[in-house]
């Protein structure tokens, strides 16, 4: 509550600071020393309580924490970044869950174990689209992280801004995302990735092709000059959107190109959007650096070369861009930013708050009729156990048709498949601190958080779970599979609890690199 916020003289003047005693102040009868008077605590509320920071703060610290220390570890080296692991080729392998202090294996089966376990096998009713219809409720969910950030919703849906309807939309299919910038107090930004590419004629002494200028449908025209680039879709890889770049947006398709993908840097540029008031547009740009390695003479007259001529391109939309070869010296002449600065590859952009806290939770249960003296009895969750789940985005509370509480916990399953195409990825033991083991044999997996489109969360468990770079796997957009049931939830007294799954199939890719 900021309105009720304690200074920070009178934090420091409470007993959980000074120790419950006194205070300094110079005594004049003794020269040079000083005595202790009483500290009254009077101008700190009652109210305040001892506690630590809740679940999604602490998560946000330890992001900022790796990547810091990633940096470290980068710049130990040289600023050279470790090449991508290929632990994930084994039969068997583990990961350590340092948050957790739990070691988990992943082991690869054939087709013919996969079906005698049934663990493929998804219990629910399938359901057509991921959204569940009336159980979309990503407008609700966005409206209120933007009002706890302090931005006027009402101007949404105005004049040329867009509905908070269609930044939800943006948001639910990954177009978009609502993260929290850590430098700065309570600022919500809407973040887009964009890969850029840095490609040079030849690896020594290249020129570097520039986008010069682009022509609109309707004969407009306007100068840019900026490395050629595009929006990274969800479940797209860097490598994805490279190819696709040679492919829709260059022309280059049958140019051989040369990528380093492992060895890639990563800047923000920060912007204020008319379409989405009140919220500051942070694109994160990842620069992607390839070569001109061969082509057939036609297909390198095209694009300029051997001789480095300007050329133009004309893409599906009808809009054509102009490119020029550049030197280094003529492309910072233009002022384009070739490349990103150290500093700027340590981000502080990370998951926003969501959830309710203690207090929320309990008036909003309360409001709806939940029985609250239910909780923390006969095998219940505590509402502090409650409100931690909501904060760490692993499940979230809406009201069906007539008015009553549900949890709603979304699931993002993963069937990922060998380079052979044979065998599938499964996690079978899960080892604790104290060297207990538990059988677990599932498919990958983790819940969704309302905030994030189903890719996401599976990057996040490719990521994390398995340490596997997003370059060395592909993703199946086509082809995703919902579920949806509806089960009794004894650690929740008087809600309903749905849970929403999304299958997603994965390839583990032949080649890297």
Not at 94 to 111: A, L
Not at 158 to 184: H, I, W
Not at 235 to 243: D, G, L
């Amino acid at each position: 509550d900021e309105e009720n916020r304690i200074s920070a003289a009178a934090i420091m003047s409470h007993t959980w600071i000074n120790g419950g005693a006194r205070k300094a102040r110079t005594d004049d009868s003794i020269s040079g020393s000083t005595a202790l008077e009483p500290v009254s605590n009077e101008d700190v509320p009652s109210s305040l309580r001892q506690d630590r920071a809740n679940d999604g703060i602490q998560e946000r610290r330890r992001e900022l924490m790796d990547r810091l220390n990633k940096e470290h570890t980068k710049d130990a080296k040289g600023g050279k970044k470790s090449e991508a692991s290929a632990h994930f080729l084994a039969k068997w392998f583990t990961i350590n869950d340092r948050n957790s202090g739990c070691t988990f294996r992943f082991e690869w089966w054939d087709e013919a174990k996969v079906e005698s376990t049934k663990i493929a096998r998804i219990e629910g009713i399938s359901q057509a689209s991921q959204d569940g219809g009336a159980m979309d409720r990503s407008p609700q969910i966005v409206g209120r992280m933007l009002k706890d950030h302090n931005i006027d919703i009402t101007k949404f849906g105005v004049g040329d801004a867009r509905t908070l309807e269609q930044l939800a939309d943006e948001v639910q299919r990954g177009a978009a995302r609502l993260m929290l910038d850590a430098t700065e107090h309570k600022k919500l930004v809407r973040v887009v990735d964009v890969v850029l590419l840095r490609l040079y004629t030849e690896k020594v002494d290249g020129k570097i092709l520039i986008e010069a200028a682009e022509q609109y449908p309707d004969g407009r025209k306007r100068g840019i000059y900026r490395l050629p680039g595009t929006k990274k879709d969800p479940h797209e890889n860097s490598r994805e959107v490279a190819q696709r770049l040679l492919q829709d947006v260059l022309n280059m398709a049958e140019c051989s190109v040369q990528f380093d993908f492992e060895d890639k840097e990563v800047f923000e540029e920060e912007m204020m959007s008319p379409s989405f008031p009140g919220v500051r547009t942070v694109y994160r740009k990842e620069i992607v650096q390839g070569f001109v390695t061969s082509g057939s003479t036609a297909s390198l007259q095209r694009v300029g070369l051997p001789t480095g001529a300007p050329w133009s391109s004309e893409d599906a939309k009808k809009t054509v861009k102009y490119f020029e070869w550049m030197t280094e010296k003529q492309a910072d002449a233009k002022k384009v930013k070739l490349k990103a600065d150290s500093s700027e590859e340590v981000s502080g952009l990370v998951m926003a708050p969501i959830g309710l806290n203690e207090e929320d939770l309990r008036k909003y249960l309360e409001t709806n009729k939940v029985d609250v003296s239910k909780f923390g009895r006969d095998h219940a969750k505590t509402i502090k156990e409650f409100s931690s789940e909501l904060i760490k985005g692993e499940s979230s509370l809406m009201q069906d048709q007539n008015g009553e509480v549900i949890r709603n916990v979304d699931l993002v399953i993963m069937r990922i498949i060998s380079p052979n195409g044979s065998d599938l990825l499964v996690q079978t033991e899960q080892t604790f601190a104290d060297s207990t083991k538990t059988r677990l044999d599932r498919l990958p997996g983790a819940k969704r958080r309302p905030d994030e489109s189903q890719f996401l969360t599976a990057r996040r468990i490719l990521r994390r779970q398995l340490k596997i770079d997003e370059n060395q796997v592909r993703l199946d957009n086509k082809n995703c599979q919902y579920f949806q049931e509806e089960k009794p939830s004894p650690g929740f007294p008087g809600i309903r609890t749905i849970y929403r799954k999304c299958l997603i199939t994965a390839e583990i890719l032949k080649t890297r690199g």
